[in-house]
């Protein structure tokens, strides 16, 4: 039923239509085309759609829109505007795990321009929100709409890199997750410039700002559009030969997102997935009250400030270093690295503050490997599904997988800011609560690790078998004419 | 026949390159300088100019 036509333009009927711009067809790389300007295409899009991670930049100034320096009474509140942040994050999940199939049919190109569409129309309905002061526009465009456009865009091109790369997948798809990670350097410092570029007495710029930034992302993510190609079919790399000696994890036969989707490595990759970004979210969302804490009277506010800003400097290294690691060392052995490093250097970290050996170099040297460990599950992962179910639906299975990030990021934050509160209502003071909290993220991982272990190769029951399964882009359209 | 192969030139890559590592270098260079913080001195914060 799927290959059937239910109706034949006249063109169609003589054999004239035209692809449009935006179809596969239209991407397929010309013969000589540089695999090496792919990348460049999937960092376009997935710096803009990071931005997300700097949202915090618009918080204060969104609860000023009606006092300009100050919060008015009728101004919005910090607790209705974190909503933005949470909604977005929660749709990214969301559109990533609907639409991927959508997007295995319809090819990289129209995914991203819709991620474009819908990511430069939040920030416009978000404008409306502003000028307006009605917040439900704020949540409709960059929560739900923006959000749709984080989804689409983070997964878009991940099967088309892989498909670039065989010989390397991880580290192509490091560029672009590590592009994500980057995408928030250039969105807090634009953020802030345009504010003040735009401030003035009776505006906070929070409006203009968003205006500008929606056509500049679009406008760059067009770019990305516009240079995306997918391989022609049999395309590999010059002088590179698929090796002939069977890997254990690395399937040569392809699963479907629906299939992969009920055998347990996919859950078992979502454990892993889920704890590792849990323990990650716990030592980023309290870096700079730990820091200050843990070192009282050494780090100041600012100083804290400046450790936030070089963790996310380690988290985006750890998406490209590790990823492109994994080529070489084998994606579960990565993530057995990831899962006994972390476990051990988070019991380490509280040992290193103000009580203890009082190294400030030691704590910060341990928070960044922790948090390039954080960014490296993150970027290493697509890679991994790529091993364990072929590249036939790898962006739509990553798009299901991106669920456990929607969960960690419920889990993580609720999970620190519970316990170290627990801690302190019996007693325990600020710094020594840490150190509980850091115990159980050391077990979480400890659970990420026995998942891992349990991963084995995905068994033929669940390969596709004939051509005649396939309904995807890899193959030449099965049609019965 | 074996099909024309035109190769895409290293000026094109070098630019399509150049046109997502400007912003990214940018950024970089932001936050490296905000992270800068973490090694002053205590002491040189909040004073009174």
Known sequence: MRDSI???????HLGKVEPSLLDRERSIAPPGYSRWLVPPAALAIHLCIGQVYSFSVFKIPLTQLLGVNKSLPSDWKQTQVAWIFSLAIVMLGLS?????????KAGPRKAMFAAAVCF?????????????????????????????????????????????????????????????????????????????????????????????????YFLLMMFGVFTIRVPRKDWKPDNWTPSVKPQAFVTTHKVDV??????????????????????????????SPMIQELFKGTIVPVAAGGFVGLLSLFNMAGRFLWST??????????????????AVLYLVLPRTGGDHLNSVILFVCIAAILISVYGGGFATIPAYLRDLFGTYHVS????RLLTAWSVAGVLGPVLV???????????????????????????????????NLLVRPVEQKYWLRSASEYTGPDLEPQRSH | MGESKKKSSMVLIFLAWLVVGVPF????????????????????????K
Not at chain 1, 6 to 12: A, D, K, N, S, V
Not at chain 1, 421 to 442: I, P
Not at chain 2, 30 to 48: C, D, K, V
């Open chain 1, 6 to 12: 239910p109706y034949l333009t006249p063109q169609e």
């Open chain 1, 96 to 104: 990533a795990a609907v639409f991927g199939r959508w997007l295995e």
């Open chain 1, 120 to 216: 430069a129309l939040g920030f416009y309905v978000s404008y409306l929100g502003v000028v307006t002061h009605q917040l439900w526009l704020i949540y409709v465009g960059f929560g739900v709409i923006g959000g749709t456009g984080l989804g689409l865009g983070y997964i878009s091109p991940v099967s088309t890199l892989i498909k670039w790369f065989p010989d390397r997948p991880g580290l192509a798809t490091g560029m672009a997750i590590m592009g994500f990670g980057g995408g928030a350097l250039i969105g807090s410092p634009l953020g802030i410039q345009l504010m003040t570029h735009f401030r003035s007495t009776q505006d906070t710029g929070v409006g203009k700002t968003f205006l500008v930034m929606g056509t500049l």
């Open chain 1, 258 to 287: 629906d299939t992969a989707f009920r055998t347990k490595q996919f859950w078992l990759l979502w454990i892993v997935l889920c704890t590792n970004v849990t323990a990650g979210i716990g030592i980023l969302e309290q870096a």
């Open chain 1, 325 to 342: 690691a994994s080529d070489y060392i084998g994606r579960k052995q990565t993530y057995y690295v990831f899962f006994v490093l972390g």
């Open chain 1, 396 to 399: 739509a299975i990553h798009g």
């Open chain 1, 417 to 451: 800011n519970y316990m170290r509160d627990y801690q302190l209502q019996h007693g325990v003071d600020s710094a020594g609560a840490y150190q509980t909290v850091l115990v159980v993220m050391s077990g979480l991982l400890m659970v990420g690790f026995t998942a």
């Open chain 2, 25 to 48: 270098a940018w950024g970089v260079y932001h936050t490296l300088l905000n992270s800068m913080e973490l090694f002053r001195p205590a002491q040189t914060h909040g004073g009174p």
